[in-house]
């Protein structure tokens, strides 16, 4: 998505923008007793670290490193 979004760019009024995106994944293994909600959290917690990182990036929640 992100090669395709790099040759694409978003023109207004004769402007040009590029379009940029970030991802936040989260995954589910059937073995783990985790609700719809806590993925969803897990996701945007990665979202928010990948946005800290710069553009352009994705973050795993399973990479992001637990502060105890």
Do not use: R
Not at 2 to 25: A, H
Not at 50 to 68: D, F, R, T
């Amino acid at each position: 998505i992100q090669e395709i979004l790099k040759k694409n760019v978003f023109v207004y009024e004769g402007e040009s923008f590029p379009i940029t995106m970030s991802f936040g994944i989260s995954h589910w293994q059937g073995e783990q007793d985790i609700t719809m909600e806590t993925l969803i959290k897990h996701a945007d917690f990665a979202l928010l670290h990948a946005k800290k990182q710069g553009k352009n990036c994705y973050q795993l929640w399973e990479e992001i490193p637990v502060s105890k």
